[in-house]
């Protein structure tokens, strides 16, 4: 059981450069979200989906999209990426369900833009 | 919206001892939940401890125990006999019920550093 699956875990990229990070569960959780961490700081949410073709908008959502097409499937997009994207991104996914229960996160994604 | 401070950027224990890590929160709603999750330096982010706000019960795990007071929404994770594993940055993080426009969202606090010396 792979749980929450981030491709890559590391990436560098020059500054108007474009990416997609990759996240995959196989819990066949209907709930998946993108959070970034900054140095030393907590996690905050950038966007997050409640079924496949659903998305909405977190927190800092400005400089990235998200698509969700299948239900295991939610990759996360940089467009132009920029300095301040520099951070770690996580995966997590749950079961609308049971929010009792802890999000399963993926082992985070460390992105710098140069 | 929610809001989640620890007001503790770093704390320090000594191995075996007991150590009080804070977390305060802001919130209308009546029903929610909480959890500590710590993140190693390996960057995972690890389920210490939850805590469902309908019940009164503090709920334990083992060496890990919280002191939940609904009313002054507050919410400590107090570690005892502390061990040099649990060194660790600890977060708090708070989450809604499913429905609305929170579809279950963490939001979390900015974390406290718990360095453990031998």
């Known amino acids: 059981n792979a749980g929450v699956t981030q491709t890559p875990k590391f990436r560098i990229l020059k500054i108007g450069q474009s990416m997609t990070l990759q996240c995959t569960q196989d819990?066949?959780?209907?709930?998946m979200y993108w959070y970034r961490q900054d140095p030393g700081m907590g996690l905050k949410l950038i966007y997050y989906?409640?079924?496949?073709?659903?998305?909405d908008k977190g927190e800092v959502p400005n400089g990235y999209n998200v698509s969700r097409s299948t239900t295991e499937d939610f990759p996360l997009r940089l467009e132009l990426a920029a300095p301040s994207q520099t951070s770690v991104y996580f995966c997590?996914?749950?079961?609308?369900?049971?929010?009792?229960?802890?999000?399963?996160f993926g082992d985070g994604t460390r992105l710098s833009i140069l | 919206a929610q809001t989640v401070t620890q007001s503790q950027p770093e704390m320090s224990v000594q191995e075996a001892e007991t150590v009080t890590l804070s977390c305060t929160y802001d919130?209308?709603?009546?029903?929610?939940?909480l959890f500590w999750y710590k993140q190693p330096p390996s960057r995972q982010m690890i389920l210490v401890i939850r805590?469902?706000?309908?019940?009164?019960q503090n709920a334990t795990e083992n060496r890990f125990s919280v002191n939940f007071q609904k009313a002054a929404k507050s919410f400590s994770l107090k570690i005892s006999d502390s061990q040099l594993g649990d060194a660790a940055m600890y977060f708090c993080?708070?989450?809604?019920?499913?429905?609305?426009?929170?579809?279950?969202?963490?939001?979390f606090g900015q974390g406290t550093i718990l360095t453990v010396h031998p």
């Open positions: 819990m066949n959780h209907n709930y």
């Open positions: 989906s409640v079924g496949a073709g659903i998305t």
């Open positions: 997590a996914s749950s079961y609308w369900t049971a929010l009792n229960q802890p999000q399963h």
């Open positions: 919130t209308s709603e009546s029903d929610y939940y």
């Open positions: 993080a708070y989450r809604t019920p499913a429905g609305g426009t929170s579809y279950g969202k963490l939001t």
């Open positions: 805590q469902e706000a309908y019940k009164q």
